[in-house]
């Protein structure tokens, strides 16, 4: 009996693959996920042997999704589900350990084919490796879990850790801090998995999850790599990967002592709070045009900055931020210059009265109504559209 992952947004093809297996192998367990965040919550609640994933999804593509597997699931079978038959996805989709790359629409005896040879190979596998991943597990989780104690300054007890030392005489902190309202399961399993390649790039450490807004790692350079350079392409990654997730980035100076590490970390959350998140012009420059197309469309409405940040997926501070960067203005202020704008068109119109103005742009009160456009225009309404009388008569 295996447990077989079907990733696919769409539903007909998920349905179709797994009605297809159930019917061969009826004791397979068949799970379904219409999206890489689904795909990964289902990995962290069950155990998978194979895993079918599309190779073109919202969010993240089969690929990304792969590499996440490749990291953390290195025992998972994959194979890629495509539409598109380009040598380049398939040649990527092998180097990331693919056991194959099927073409939608997809054969049933291909398909019952590929799940039989690759239980097979499973069941060999198991026979040969099992003792042998769970002793490198139990060694990685438990390293994990004694940086995580050293973090947070507390008592390792009666725990050796001379060999942790040896291992790691010097090395660098690196703390990613992301900015959000909602869980963010997907991003932290990007986040490690990028930092996690990195590390194992320019040299050997690990990464840790603080909370589910931010990951430590430990990272020991090899000789001649500049941390900066790690940092560079880290930044560089997660601006692509995290889209609309606002993240930070900060790093410790060459460290020579373990116990160091508490304190060092303190200082790193305390520079946190100052440090501003990053920001990405070409998400943010759609999540800013869509946000201000809604506002001009109900700006006569009540009009607040934590809906229309919800309209576009982002934490309100953020949004906030994001939205002065750019529009060189903020928001309140951006909406009463869309209101009084507005309101210099209405009172052209001499048959409407200065309330039905107000309420057309979304002030209940005249009077405040009129406070608001004197501020603004150094005239009261009634003022300004007696100049617009004298103006036509000259």
Same mark, same amino acid.
């Given at each position: 009996?295996k %447990?077989?992952?079907?990733?696919?947004?769409?539903?007909?093809?998920?349905n179709?693959i797994?009605?297809?297996?159930?019917?061969?192998?009826? +004791?397979?367990?068949?799970?379904?996920?219409g999206?890489?965040?689904?795909?990964?919550?289902?990995?962290?609640?069950?155990?998978?042997d194979?895993?079918?994933t &599309?190779?073109? @999804?919202?969010?993240?593509?089969?690929?990304e999704?792969?590499?996440?597997?490749?990291?953390?699931?290195?025992?998972?079978?994959?194979?890629?589900?495509?539409a598109?038959?380009?040598?380049?996805?398939?040649?990527e989709?092998?180097?990331?350990?693919?056991k194959?790359?099927?073409l939608k629409?997809?054969?049933?005896?291909?398909?019952?084919?590929l799940?039989?040879?690759?239980?097979? *190979?499973?069941d060999?596998e198991? +026979?040969?490796?099992?003792?042998?991943q769970?002793?490198?597990?139990?060694?990685?989780?438990l390293?994990e879990a004694?940086f995580?104690?050293?973090? !947070?300054g507390?008592?390792?007890g009666?725990?050796?850790?001379?060999s942790?030392i040896?291992?790691?005489?010097?090395?660098?902190?690196?703390?990613v801090?992301?900015?959000?309202d909602?869980?963010?399961?997907?991003?932290?399993?990007?986040?490690?998995?990028v930092?996690? *390649?990195l590390i194992?790039?320019? #040299?050997?450490?690990? /990464?840790?999850?603080i909370d589910?807004?931010?990951?430590?790692?430990?990272?020991?350079?090899?000789? #001649?790599v500049?941390l900066?350079?790690?940092?560079? *392409?880290l930044?560089t990654h997660?601006?692509?990967y995290? +889209?609309?997730v606002p993240?930070?980035?900060? %790093? %410790?100076?060459?460290?020579h002592?373990?116990?160091?590490?508490?304190n060092?970390?303190?200082?790193?959350?305390?520079a946190?709070v100052?440090?501003?998140?990053?920001?990405?012009?070409?998400?943010? &420059?759609?999540?800013?045009?869509?946000?201000?197309?809604? @506002?001009?469309?109900h700006?006569?409405?009540?009009?607040?900055?934590?809906?229309?940040? !919800?309209?576009?997926?982002?934490n309100?501070?953020y949004?906030?931020?994001?939205?002065?960067?750019?529009t #060189?203005q903020?928001?309140?202020?951006? /909406?009463?210059h869309?209101?009084?704008?507005q309101?210099?068109q209405?009172?052209?119109?001499?048959?409407?009265?200065?309330?039905?103005?107000? *309420?057309?742009? #979304?002030y209940?009160?005249?009077?405040?109504?009129t406070?608001?456009?004197?501020?603004?225009?150094?005239?009261?309404p009634?003022?300004?559209?007696?100049?617009?009388?004298?103006?036509?008569?000259?």
């Open positions: 009996m %447990s077989i992952l079907i990733v696919d947004d769409e539903e007909v093809i998920r179709g797994r009605r297809t297996i159930q019917k061969q192998f009826p +004791k397979h367990r068949i799970h379904l996920a999206s890489p965040e689904e795909a990964v919550d289902a990995l962290r609640h069950h155990h998978m194979i895993v079918l &599309d190779i073109l @999804m919202p969010g993240m593509t089969g690929l999704f792969m590499a996440i597997l490749r990291r953390h699931y290195p025992h998972i079978k994959a194979v890629v589900i495509s598109h038959s380009e040598f380049a996805y398939a040649q989709a092998v180097r990331l350990g693919a194959d790359y099927l629409p997809i054969g049933k005896d291909r398909l019952i084919e799940i039989a040879n690759i239980g097979e *190979e499973i060999r198991n +026979k040969r490796t099992l003792e042998t769970l002793m490198k597990s139990n060694l990685n989780y390293r004694v995580q104690r050293l973090a !947070s507390l008592d390792l009666r725990f050796d850790i001379t942790f040896e291992r790691y005489p010097s090395f660098h902190l690196v703390m801090r992301m900015d959000s909602k869980k963010l399961t997907l991003e932290h399993f990007m986040i490690e998995n930092l996690s *390649e194992e790039m320019h #040299g050997d450490g690990f /990464v840790v999850s589910n807004l931010s990951l430590l790692s430990l990272v020991k350079l090899r000789a #001649g500049e900066e350079e790690l940092v560079g *392409e930044r997660l601006k692509s995290l +889209k609309r993240f930070k980035v900060l %790093s %410790s100076e060459l460290l002592d373990l116990r160091a590490i508490p060092e970390l303190q200082r790193m959350r305390q946190s100052s440090k501003e998140y990053e920001h990405y012009d070409s998400g943010g &420059d759609t999540a800013i045009e869509v946000a201000l197309q809604y @506002m001009k469309m700006y006569h409405e009540e009009l607040s900055l934590e809906k229309t940040a !919800s309209v576009v997926f982002l309100p501070v949004f906030s931020q994001l939205f002065k960067q750019k #060189g903020g928001f309140k202020e951006y /909406v009463i869309l209101r009084m704008e309101a210099k209405l009172l052209q119109n001499a048959q409407l009265k200065l309330a039905d103005i107000a *309420e057309r742009i #979304g209940q009160d005249v009077r405040h109504f406070q608001i456009f004197r501020k603004k225009f150094e005239l009261t009634t003022e300004y559209r007696q100049r617009l009388v004298e103006m036509k008569s000259e």
